[in-house]
């Protein structure tokens, strides 16, 4: 799923929900029955997740393509400070025994 997907997906949720919702509680409301509103609304629930959540094609029109690493030999910034901590460490540890 790509980012205006992912967009489209919370947008079709959102409305799905909120349309599900009134209208259960106006068909509970004259209807006087708790049990047919929720019943219309767990309906919606059930639509909701069959539009929203599997990964439809329809979700997938804007492709994008992943940069290539520009230093996948290298080691990163973040490593070489992990390394250069730990060995601080252990030198401070052998001074101290």
């Known amino acids: 799923m790509d980012w205006e997907g992912q967009k489209l997906a919370e947008q079709l949720m959102q409305y799905f929900l909120l349309g599900s919702a009134l209208l259960a509680f106006l ?32 979700y997938n029109r804007h492709k994008f393509t992943w940069l290539e690493p520009e230093y996948a030999d290298k080691p990163s910034q973040r490593v070489i400070a992990r390394q250069q901590a730990a060995g601080k460490k252990g030198t401070k540890s052998q001074a101290k025994r």
């Open 27 to 58: 068909t509970g409301y004259f209807t006087s029955s708790y049990r047919t509103m929720l019943y219309i609304y767990l309906a919606g629930v059930v639509l909701t997740f069959l539009v929203a959540v599997p990964n439809w094609p329809c």
